[in-house]
């Protein structure tokens, strides 16, 4: 007989075999799965692993591309063009990881991956069940982001109870049999609340979160408490008996005034050395130094400057996740604290321009779509124009400047986007020609990382120190050739360019201290380790403002 052959599977290779992190949440929603799971990537990290990230989304939703804000917060994208949850904006964040479509995944790209190969017949006429063929499904995609990776963190969303969440449940509680137990390790992070009127944490909201999970058949090895003080020994003991944990498998998850703070509450207390022992890792000691001194540093600033933002999600900082880090980000060069004004663009006209935007030391408009509050941007890139505060318009905001300068220094009244008036006798944005007969929303954008050239002596070629760049991108509407006579002789500067001369990607104006607009999405590409040149040279323009310079 012909001795079988064993074929490496996508979690091992010859030279070791990759350990699986799953993490779940009970009790509440928004605890913070992903900046605990975006914690332990930067600990383990810091160790010499190398990693792969994974977030599973409940949403029969193929992606979160046509989620409105409210609902589901920012839409990240990665460079291959993927529309992701926010989540992966943590990861990324917190390692030096370039993120991809294979690092996010929904019930809805599941099912409809079975389904299509149910349509083909790969199921030879089997009846197609959520158990195996779904969950199979799921751990294939587990498995499939493991190859050459010392671990893989994979994040559950939703809330242990949901009866969205249960398959992708059923699929990891399976996972131990097909890769060994002794490579899967469950985090549950749950919520502690110190109630007031008792004077006491109240450990019963974790202890049913706990035995719920247990009952789909996952008895988690570490859990991380979210509370706002530190638990008391006894109450780690407390949770640990009823839990059906070790002792010391109990860690505290507190509130902190800065997200980059939280690996280092967590390590200190000794989660990755509970992880590194649990998976039997041959890891390295951490080394924070590098940022421990950039958490300093945020936490004690020299100089603070005020941004206004304008924009139309701003009830839900959430929808302006990356932005706001970016922002943040721009400031540590600098040794600034940077104070965010929201403003919602649709009410700036009935509240007054100068009261919302008077003081600010930076105004910036994000991107997003639709035409609400379309006319309160376009005003405010007036008042940043006439006045000379620094103004930084990214991709809708870009779009606004272009509109703004159109109506009142081109000469183009009425000059609108074909988005917001598909009359407008001056289209200066509007759709490519390739792209007006597509009506699928979800597929019709320009996505992820394209390259750009910048203008010699341009502020663009300043700020990035070089002439290529490449940058993510996130829109449908473009900047209108048909007009670029229009803007060739006056202060606004066409400074980015596809290389081949045939997109505007960078705007700019003459004579004005710093303003700047993008087609593109720097906030993406910005790290705390990393600040993007963009919001780096904006936070100082408005620094410089501030003092009158």
Not at 161 to 171: K, Q, R, V
Request: proline fraction near 5%.
């Amino acid at each position: 007989m012909m001795e079988r052959v064993h074929e490496a599977t996508p979690w091992e290779d010859t030279r070791h075999v990759s350990k699986f992190i799953f993490v779940t949440g009970g009790v509440v929603s928004s605890l913070g799965k992903g900046l605990a799971s975006a914690s332990i990537g930067h600990l383990l990290e810091s160790r010499g692993l190398t990693l792969s990230f994974l977030k599973l989304d409940p949403y029969i939703n193929v992606d979160p591309g046509t989620m409105n804000p409210y609902q589901h917060g920012e839409v990240y994208v990665t460079d291959d063009g993927t529309e992701t949850d926010l989540d992966l904006g943590h990861y990324e964040r917190f390692t030096n990881l370039t993120l991809s479509k294979n690092n996010n995944c929904t019930t809805g790209r599941i099912y409809d991956s079975v389904i299509k190969k149910e349509r083909r017949g790969e199921y030879l006429g089997a009846t197609v069940q959520v158990v195996p063929h779904i969950t199979d499904e799921i751990k294939r995609t587990i498995t499939s982001v493991a190859r050459g990776t010392d671990v893989v963190i994979v994040e559950i969303g939703g809330t242990v109870g949901d009866i969205e969440s249960l398959p992708f449940l059923e699929a990891i509680r399976q996972m131990p049999f097909d890769v060994g137990r002794e490579n899967v390790l469950y985090i549950h992070l749950t919520l502690v609340p110190f109630i007031e009127t008792a004077g006491e944490l109240k450990t019963k909201p974790t202890q049913h979160s706990v035995n719920k999970l247990r009952e789909i058949g996952i008895q988690p090895h570490i859990l991380l408490c979210r509370t706002d003080r530190f638990l008391s020994p006894e109450v780690k003991d407390k949770i640990a008996l009823f839990c059906n944990l070790s002792k010391g498998a109990v860690i505290t998850a507190k509130n902190v005034d800065s997200v980059y703070e939280v690996p280092i509450v967590l390590r200190k207390e000794g989660l990755d050395d509970l992880i590194v022992h649990f998976l039997q890792l041959e890891a390295g000691q951490p080394n924070l130094r590098q940022w421990d001194a950039m958490v300093h540093k945020l936490k004690h600033p020299a100089h603070e400057v005020t941004i206004a933002v304008v924009g139309k999600y701003v009830q839900s900082k959430e929808s302006y996740k990356s932005l706001s880090e970016a922002l943040t980000h721009g400031g540590l060069p600098h040794d600034t604290r940077i104070n965010l004004r929201w403003i919602e663009s649709e009410t700036l006209d009935q509240s007054g321009v100068e009261r919302c935007l008077s003081g600010a030391d930076g105004i910036l408009i994000p991107g997003g779509f639709g035409t609400r509050g379309i006319e309160g941007k376009v005003t405010t890139v007036r008042y940043a124009r006439e006045k000379n505060i620094p103004f930084l318009g990214l991709c809708l905001g870009m779009q606004c400047a272009v509109i703004e300068w159109a109506r009142h220094m081109a000469g183009l009244p009425g000059a609108n986007s074909t988005e917001f008036d598909a009359d407008t006798p001056y289209n200066v944005i509007d759709l490519l020609p390739e792209q007006r007969t597509i009506e699928d929303k979800g597929g019709s954008m320009r996505r992820g990382a394209y390259p750009c050239r910048l203008r010699e002596g341009s502020l663009a070629r300043r700020i990035y120190g070089t002439t290529d760049i490449h940058e993510r991108h996130r829109h449908r509407y473009e900047f209108n050739n048909e007009f670029r006579e229009h803007f060739a002789t006056g202060d606004l500067i066409l400074s980015g360019l596809s290389p081949d001369g045939h997109l505007v990607e960078m705007i700019e104006l003459n004579h004005h201290p710093w303003f700047v607009g993008t087609q593109f999405h720097p906030e993406y590409h910005s790290r705390p380790h990393a600040p993007h040149p963009v919001f780096c040279a904006f936070i100082q323009a408005a620094l410089k403002h501030k003092v009158g310079q």
